[in-house]
């Protein structure tokens, strides 16, 4: 995908079918991530409920509790950087832009708010001499510029 890509939608009832898709599709994430989580109770407590060690575990309920826990990690990894969700402010029903640097969405006001951040770096990075720190402020500004 092209670097600084924005979807903006004008139309209200495109934007509602916009949003609404987007709920469809989080309740969703939700609904899986729950079903991982009730799986990870079941294996982590006894059948009156007490949580069980690990030395109390079989190697394959081990393995698969942390197959669940990676399962649920990449499951957020990939909401957080969907177009569904800015990745700054974690609101939804707005328009967003990408930015490949980060591989990630930002909604249109966040975005503006980091771009404005980025050229106030850029001004007083000018002042100060290199630094391993200004180098990185630098290459992060330049993304949103």
Not at 49 to 55: L, M, T
Not at 61 to 76: A, D, N, V
């Amino acid at each position: 995908m092209r670097d600084k890509r924005a979807i903006i939608i004008k139309n209200p009832r495109l934007q509602k079918i916009r949003n609404n898709l987007r709920d469809v599709i989080i309740q969703a994430y939700h609904i899986q991530w729950k079903t991982m989580f009730d799986e990870m109770q079941k294996i982590s407590r006894d059948r009156h409920g007490k949580p069980r060690s690990v030395r109390s575990m079989e190697v394959d309920e081990i393995k698969f509790y942390r197959l669940l826990q990676e399962q649920q990690k990449e499951m957020s990894s990939l909401l957080d950087r969907s177009i569904l969700i800015c990745i700054t402010c974690g609101k939804g029903h707005r328009d967003m832009v990408y930015n490949k640097a980060y591989d990630a969405w930002y909604c249109t006001e966040c975005y503006g708010m980091e771009r404005l951040s980025a050229q106030e770096r850029v001004k007083v990075k000018r002042q100060r001499t290199k630094s391993h720190e200004g180098e990185a402020i630098q290459s992060h500004s330049k993304t949103f510029l």
